[in-house]
């Protein structure tokens, strides 16, 4: 069973990130995997994203889907571009696995079948590796945006709506990785 997440829904900058993870059925469990909002440490989030893709026989791809193609198709319509993008990176054949997908959809055209599970990041535990290698893989990308754009401090909020985000949009403008069409920017 292959567990799939997203992370970045909600920010008003960057990108939504998506993570697919599969492991052997022989595979040991890393222990402290869960919900990866539940997981407040930022360098918590950095050891088991690293414990995770060094699991013997584990496969995970990771799919980045930027605030461009967001703008075009929606960010529901993103994530679950950047979800069958994940699946496929992991899944060798058609029908070769089954998928367990964070939420309340389970996105068309999906390389294998699968259900949707509401709150399966905190139930399923290849759902919350998933979940980890999204949020650490969206962090760091988040970071480097930081170095690019220092006016928003994206280091700190990773793009999410907060005051001072906003704050800094009101006073700087949009940068080229802003969501034109979440408010309040549009």
Same mark, same amino acid.
């Given at each position: 069973?292959?567990?799939?997440?997203?992370?970045?829904?909600?920010?008003?900058?960057?990108?939504?990130?998506?993570?697919?993870?599969?492991?052997?059925?022989?595979?040991?469990?890393?222990?402290? #995997?869960? +919900? @990866? &909002?539940? !997981?407040?440490?930022?360098?918590?989030?950095?050891?088991?994203? /690293?414990?995770?893709?060094?699991?013997?026989?584990?496969?995970?791809?990771?799919? #980045?889907? +930027? @605030? &461009?193609? !967001?703008?075009?198709?929606?960010?529901?319509?993103?994530?679950? /571009?950047?979800?069958?993008?994940?699946?496929?990176?992991?899944?060798?054949?058609?029908?070769?696995?089954?998928?367990?997908?964070?939420?309340?959809?389970?996105?068309?055209?999906?390389?294998?079948?699968?259900?949707?599970?509401?709150?399966?990041d905190g139930r399923e535990y290849v759902i919350a590796a998933a979940s980890i290698l999204a949020k650490v893989s969206r962090d760091?990308?988040?970071?480097?945006?930081?170095?690019?754009?220092?006016?928003?401090?994206?280091?700190?909020?990773?793009?999410?709506?907060?005051?001072?985000?906003?704050?800094?949009?009101?006073?700087?403008?949009?940068?080229k990785i802003h969501r034109r069409t979440f408010a309040p920017i549009k």
């Open positions: 069973v292959m567990g799939i997440d997203e992370a970045g829904r909600g920010p008003l900058a960057g990108p939504v990130v998506t993570a697919a993870c599969l492991f052997p059925a022989s595979a040991p469990l890393v222990p402290g #995997v869960g +919900d @990866s &909002k539940t !997981i407040t440490d930022e360098d918590e989030r950095e050891r088991l994203y /690293e414990e995770i893709i060094k699991v013997p026989g584990v496969r995970f791809c990771v799919a #980045v889907i +930027d @605030s &461009k193609r !967001i703008d075009a198709i929606n960010i529901l319509q993103a994530t679950c /571009e950047g979800m069958r993008a994940s699946a496929r990176g992991v899944v060798d054949l058609e029908g070769d696995s089954y998928a367990l997908v964070d939420g309340n959809r389970f996105p068309n055209d999906m390389i294998c079948d699968g259900e949707p599970m509401i709150k399966g760091r990308i988040m970071r480097e945006y930081d170095v690019m754009y220092p006016q928003y401090n994206l280091k700190q909020h990773k793009g999410y709506p907060t005051a001072a985000h906003q704050s800094a949009i009101f006073e700087h403008g949009v940068s």
